[in-house]
């Protein structure tokens, strides 16, 4: 146990140390990029992704994952579009839309949980799903994206401000981070995920209903989508349907940066922050010094190999 604490703790002070190490070499090249307004913009950027990858990470403790973030987090936007502007009011859109996230959360997990389906080929399946039902719902409205008509309080969700400084995105990255940190360790899922991970089948033994567990992570991780969803295209103002694109492999990159076990047992939400803050560092830099968008996804392709082949490496370490 001593020597697995001893690992996680050098882990996270490499990580420190590589942001760190960003942050002053993207000072260096830009000087736009440390100051006030950069970091804030760089923290509502990486807020999605650290709500979406807290419970992703868990998740990844129990050895699965869900590559349908992104898409269910352009389906919710989009949805949410859709019913504002032709069906029905804000408040009862949004929690309309955040239900049927969860739902694809929890086709997943029936899926992978009761269904025994690989979660690779589940969650590519539900991938492709949702965001083929993201275009329709635009093709529904006529057109190939939801912005004229949207009602005028439409974005106000999306762009409140708690105390009139801090927006609504970041206290609930604040409040998921801390209920998750709480979960992984005080809680009874997040002890049976990390008996899954390290061995689902003395899990099953031990009387653990794995098929269960699954099912409730997978959709919490639907919801979380969903909500990010919701309060992205409130706050833009729009909605599009190829919106998150790419968000899946975000997160994953976040994770496993984070210290996470593509075998599952392993794995923390105070990582996983440390990850998404190199993955957000990384991108908020290379658009300052404008790098070609096709050079920047040869980045994130590059991280997430080394971050993957260390896995192994460290394991047997």
């Keep these: 146990m001593l020597k697995f604490l001893r690992r996680f703790d050098q882990q996270k002070l490499v990580l420190v140390s ?34 979406v990858a807290a419970a992703a990470n868990l998740l990844m403790v129990t050895g699965n994952f ?43 997990g029936f899926m992978v949980g009761r269904l025994k389906v690989n979660p690779f080929i589940a969650t590519m399946g539900s991938m492709y799903a949702a965001r083929g039902f993201a275009y329709l719902i635009a093709r529904w409205d006529g057109g190939a994206n939801i912005s004229a008509g949207l009602p005028p309080d439409f ?49 099953k033994l031990s009387g653990i209903d794995v098929p269960k567990v699954l099912m409730i992570i997978y959709m919490i991780v639907g919801f979380l989508a969903g909500l990010c969803g919701v309060i992205q295209v409130s706050r833009v103002g729009s909605a599009y349907p190829n919106i998150g694109t790419g968000m899946e492999f975000d ?62 490496m460290l394991r047997s370490r």
């Excluded at 504002?84 to 969860?102: D, G």
């Excluded at 801390?178 to 979960?183: L, T």
Aim: glycine share 8%.
């Design 66 to 108: 869900d590559l349908s973030v992104g898409s269910v987090f352009a389906f919710t936007a989009i949805l949410h579009a859709y019913l504002t502007k032709n069906v029905m009011p804000i408040p009862m859109s949004i929690l309309a839309s955040c239900a049927l996230a969860t739902l694809w959360g929890a086709i997943n």
């Design 155 to 203: 974005s106000e969700f999306g762009r409140a401000n708690i105390f009139g400084i801090i927006p609504i995105i970041i206290i609930f990255m604040i409040v998921i981070v801390a209920a998750f940190i709480f979960i992984e360790k005080k809680t009874v899922i997040g002890r049976y995920s990390y008996a899954i991970g390290c061995n689902k089948s003395a899990a």
């Design 251 to 312: 997160v994953l990159l976040a994770i496993y940066l984070g210290g996470a076990s593509m075998y599952g047992g392993e794995g923390s939400t105070s990582g996983m922050i440390l990850g998404a803050f190199i993955v957000g560092l990384v991108a908020n830099g290379l658009n300052l010094l404008n790098v070609p968008y096709f050079y920047q996804e040869v980045t994130k392709g590059v991280l997430l190999i080394i971050a993957v082949s260390a896995d192994p």
């Design 18 to 51: 590589v942001i760190l190490a960003i942050t002053l070499v993207m000072s260096i090249l830009s000087t736009k990029f440390f100051n006030i307004e950069n970091l804030v913009n760089i923290l509502l950027q990486i807020a999605p992704l650290i709500i």
